[in-house]
């Protein structure tokens, strides 16, 4: 089978992860600081701080905020459920707004339709890499005195505007789940333009000490830590880290092989009447972290038909982007108009994208979609 998707993983990354074994410090320490310092310049943050997860970053994010009971925050319907979980986890409610048909993204007029006077912050994710157009979003957000977090989980290397995601965000989530194109294992980055919100998600991060555990490792004399706030563990392993700056540079090698596949697959898939796939807006350069194409009514077949079609010809997709609000998790839980994130999820795929895809291999999916398109006329 051809997979989906696979890690782009060398003796590099091995060899990395065992030298902080061997060097005997494996909890956050120097390559954790030093894994910051990198991606903070990858992405023109002027602050990073590694954490466990994309997940436990967006928790912080909306804890940072101070959101907590009786807030709304408004996420994604389509997206990963941890999106909206996020909101749950400070006791606020997440609002589901709708997406844009084009690129599957919020925008200003899909959050406009959901804010009230409860609305205290908006979560915009750039799914699957691409762009989304956040400086309506910002502004929208400015007028009326909320938050604006960038989940950018799948968005490293992606640019908006020509500059790398996420430039400028008051607050971004980053996720390397090997899922993603730079993975860790598990992990993830928050970053900030801010020097105050990145401190304190420093002390957030590691049970709300007054010192960190290097801190005090490095310092000659004993230091007391105080517990200035409840905190959690979100820490970033050395290990982690050590993993993670190979990846970071490789990161722009992954990003331009997944473009130069993107455009093999958009150039031999054009034309397939009923058969669309994800490009780049104009505003900027998705990194194809996952690569979709959305059957319209004219493809002879349903998604789910053409998932069986590329699996019998030893080709593993996957159906597209999830819908949260259909989840048993969030059964029963208010929302609104949603018509184009329901036909985006039933009607969307990912194809197989990953470094190390060979070029007779994508020809193996490329035929096998064409195969289906021709397989029968429309009933
Ligand atoms: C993967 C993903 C997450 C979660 O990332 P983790 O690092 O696995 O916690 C959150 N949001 C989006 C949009 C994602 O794609």
């Known amino acids: 089978m051809i997979p989906v998707m696979k890690p782009w993983l060398g003796e590099e990354e091995a060899d990395a992860a065992a030298d902080a074994v061997r060097s005997g410090w494996v909890a956050q320490g120097p390559r954790v600081a030093e894994f910051e310092t990198r991606f903070a310049e990858r992405v023109a943050a002027p ?9 436990t970053a967006l928790h912080l994010c909306l804890h940072l905020l101070g959101i907590g009971p009786g807030d709304e925050v408004v996420v994604p319907s389509f997206s990963f459920i941890a999106t909206a979980n996020c909101a749950v986890y400070v006791g606020a409610t997440p609002v589901f707004a709708d997406v844009e048909p084009e690129d599957g993204n919020l925008s200003r007029r899909t959050v406009e339709a959901v804010l009230t006077d409860r609305t205290r912050a908006v979560i915009v994710v750039h799914q699957g890499g691409v762009p989304a157009d956040v400086e309506p979003l910002q502004a929208l957000c400015q007028e009326r ?36 194109l730079l993975t860790t294992g598990e992990g993830g980055m928050l970053t900030t333009t801010e020097p105050d919100l990145a401190a304190r998600a420093r002390r957030l991060r590691e049970h709300g000490m007054s010192v960190s555990a290097a801190e005090r490792h490095r310092s000659r004399q004993p230091v007391l830590e105080s517990y200035l706030e409840v905190g959690f563990n979100y820490r970033m392993t050395d290990i982690q880290a050590g993993v993670g700056l190979v990846q970071l540079r490789k990161l722009d090698a992954m990003v331009e092989r997944r473009r130069a596949l993107a455009a093999l697959y958009q150039e031999a898939l054009a034309g397939i009447p009923g058969l669309r796939t994800v490009r780049d807006p104009e505003r900027g350069e998705s990194n194809y972290q996952s690569f979709w194409v959305e059957l319209g009514p004219e493809f002879p077949m349903s998604r789910n ?39 985006l999820t039933d009607r969307t795929l990912i194809l197989p994208l990953y470094h190390d895809l060979a070029v007779e291999d994508q020809d193996i999916v490329i035929g096998a979609v064409r195969a289906a398109a021709k397989s029968r006329a429309v009933s």
């Not at 602050?47 to 997940?55: D, K, L, N, P």
């Not at 259909?326 to 029963?332: D, E, L």
């Open 47 to 55: 602050h990073a701080v590694a954490v466990s997860s994309c997940t």
């Open 145 to 180: 005195g909320i938050a604006l977090v960038e989940d950018a989980a799948c968005a490293a290397g992606s640019t908006y505007l020509e500059a790398p995601v996420g430039v400028g965000a008051t607050l971004a989530a980053w996720s390397f789940h090997p899922r993603k």
């Open 305 to 343: 038909e053409l998932l069986g079609a590329l699996a019998d010809a030893g080709v593993s997709a996957r159906a597209g982007i999830m819908a949260a609000h259909r989840q048993p998790a969030y059964a029963g839980h208010p929302h609104g108009d949603l018509s184009t994130t329901e036909r």
